[in-house]
Nanobody, 124 residues
Framework: QVQLVESGGGLVQAGGSLRLSCAAS????????VGWFRQAPGKAREFVAA????????TYADFAKGRFTISRDDAKNTLIVEMSSLRPEDTAVYYC?????????????????WGQGTQVTVSS
Protein backbone atom coordinates (compact mmCIF):
# COMPACT_ATOMS: atom_id res chain seq x y z
CA GLN A 1 0.00 0.00 0.00
CA VAL A 2 1.11 3.53 -0.79
CA GLN A 3 -0.60 6.66 0.53
CA LEU A 4 -0.02 9.91 -1.35
CA VAL A 5 -0.48 13.53 -0.28
CA GLU A 6 0.09 16.41 -2.70
CA SER A 7 1.07 19.96 -1.80
CA GLY A 8 2.35 23.11 -3.45
CA GLY A 9 -0.60 24.14 -5.56
CA GLY A 10 -1.81 27.71 -5.74
CA LEU A 11 -2.47 30.74 -7.89
CA VAL A 12 0.22 31.93 -10.27
CA GLN A 13 0.34 34.34 -13.18
CA ALA A 14 0.90 33.13 -16.72
CA GLY A 15 4.59 32.62 -17.33
CA GLY A 16 5.24 31.83 -13.70
CA SER A 17 6.45 28.67 -11.98
CA LEU A 18 5.22 26.26 -9.34
CA ARG A 19 6.71 23.27 -7.59
CA LEU A 20 4.35 20.49 -6.58
CA SER A 21 5.32 17.83 -4.07
CA CYS A 22 3.83 14.46 -3.29
CA ALA A 23 4.67 12.85 0.02
CA ALA A 24 4.28 9.10 0.07
CA SER A 25 4.00 6.67 2.94
CA UNK A 26 4.46 2.95 2.65
CA UNK A 27 7.55 0.83 2.47
CA UNK A 28 7.21 0.03 -1.24
CA UNK A 29 7.38 3.57 -2.62
CA UNK A 30 10.86 3.04 -4.05
CA UNK A 31 9.56 0.08 -6.07
CA UNK A 32 6.66 2.01 -7.57
CA UNK A 33 6.53 3.98 -10.77
CA VAL A 34 5.13 7.38 -9.83
CA GLY A 35 3.59 10.13 -11.85
CA TRP A 36 1.36 13.17 -12.15
CA PHE A 37 -2.03 13.63 -13.75
CA ARG A 38 -4.26 16.64 -13.97
CA GLN A 39 -7.95 17.25 -14.39
CA ALA A 40 -9.56 20.48 -15.47
CA PRO A 41 -13.28 21.15 -14.88
CA GLY A 42 -15.42 19.20 -17.32
CA LYS A 43 -12.45 17.34 -18.76
CA ALA A 44 -11.01 13.88 -18.37
CA ARG A 45 -8.03 13.23 -16.17
CA GLU A 46 -4.89 13.47 -18.30
CA PHE A 47 -1.36 12.24 -17.94
CA VAL A 48 1.33 14.81 -17.21
CA ALA A 49 4.56 12.95 -16.45
CA ALA A 50 5.94 9.81 -14.86
CA UNK A 51 9.22 8.51 -13.51
CA UNK A 52 9.99 4.82 -13.20
CA UNK A 53 11.51 3.15 -10.17
CA UNK A 54 15.09 1.92 -10.32
CA UNK A 55 16.32 3.47 -13.58
CA UNK A 56 14.25 6.65 -13.01
CA UNK A 57 13.36 6.97 -16.66
CA UNK A 58 11.06 9.94 -17.24
CA THR A 59 8.12 10.24 -19.60
CA TYR A 60 6.24 13.44 -20.38
CA ALA A 61 3.04 14.40 -22.13
CA ASP A 62 3.72 16.58 -25.14
CA PHE A 63 2.37 19.70 -23.43
CA ALA A 64 4.75 19.14 -20.51
CA LYS A 65 7.95 18.63 -22.48
CA GLY A 66 10.39 21.48 -21.97
CA ARG A 67 8.28 23.11 -19.27
CA PHE A 68 7.80 20.48 -16.56
CA THR A 69 10.44 18.40 -14.79
CA ILE A 70 9.57 15.36 -12.72
CA SER A 71 11.89 13.91 -10.10
CA ARG A 72 11.78 11.59 -7.11
CA ASP A 73 13.70 11.23 -3.87
CA ASP A 74 13.24 7.69 -2.66
CA ALA A 75 15.13 8.38 0.58
CA LYS A 76 12.46 10.94 1.44
CA ASN A 77 9.54 9.12 -0.22
CA THR A 78 8.84 12.25 -2.24
CA LEU A 79 7.79 12.98 -5.80
CA ILE A 80 8.28 16.43 -7.27
CA VAL A 81 7.20 18.22 -10.41
CA GLU A 82 8.71 21.59 -11.27
CA MET A 83 6.46 23.54 -13.62
CA SER A 84 7.56 26.65 -15.49
CA SER A 85 6.21 28.89 -18.25
CA LEU A 86 2.76 28.14 -16.95
CA ARG A 87 -0.26 28.91 -19.11
CA PRO A 88 -3.91 29.45 -18.25
CA GLU A 89 -4.69 26.10 -19.87
CA ASP A 90 -2.51 24.42 -17.22
CA THR A 91 -5.20 25.27 -14.67
CA ALA A 92 -6.39 22.01 -13.14
CA VAL A 93 -6.32 19.82 -10.08
CA TYR A 94 -3.03 17.96 -10.11
CA TYR A 95 -2.86 14.43 -8.75
CA CYS A 96 0.07 12.20 -7.99
CA UNK A 97 -0.25 8.52 -8.70
CA UNK A 98 1.76 5.36 -8.08
CA UNK A 99 1.79 1.77 -9.18
CA UNK A 100 4.09 -1.23 -9.05
CA UNK A 101 3.14 -2.24 -12.58
CA UNK A 102 1.90 0.49 -14.91
CA UNK A 103 1.29 -0.93 -18.39
CA UNK A 104 0.07 2.33 -19.89
CA UNK A 105 1.25 5.55 -18.28
CA UNK A 106 -1.39 7.56 -20.13
CA UNK A 107 -4.34 5.62 -18.75
CA UNK A 108 -5.57 6.48 -15.24
CA UNK A 109 -6.80 2.90 -14.96
CA UNK A 110 -3.20 1.63 -15.02
CA UNK A 111 -2.35 3.32 -11.74
CA UNK A 112 -3.08 1.76 -8.35
CA UNK A 113 -2.75 4.61 -5.86
CA TRP A 114 -3.87 8.23 -5.97
CA GLY A 115 -3.56 11.34 -3.88
CA GLN A 116 -6.40 13.76 -3.20
CA GLY A 117 -5.09 16.42 -5.57
CA THR A 118 -3.89 19.99 -5.33
CA GLN A 119 -5.36 22.93 -7.24
CA VAL A 120 -3.22 24.88 -9.67
CA THR A 121 -4.69 28.06 -11.11
CA VAL A 122 -2.87 30.09 -13.74
CA SER A 123 -4.22 33.57 -14.37
CA SER A 124 -3.80 35.39 -17.66
Amino acid sequence: QVQLVESGGGLVQAGGSLRLSCAASGRTFSRNTVGWFRQAPGKAREFVAAISWGTKITTYADFAKGRFTISRDDAKNTLIVEMSSLRPEDTAVYYCAAGEIVPNYYSPFSWSYWGQGTQVTVSS
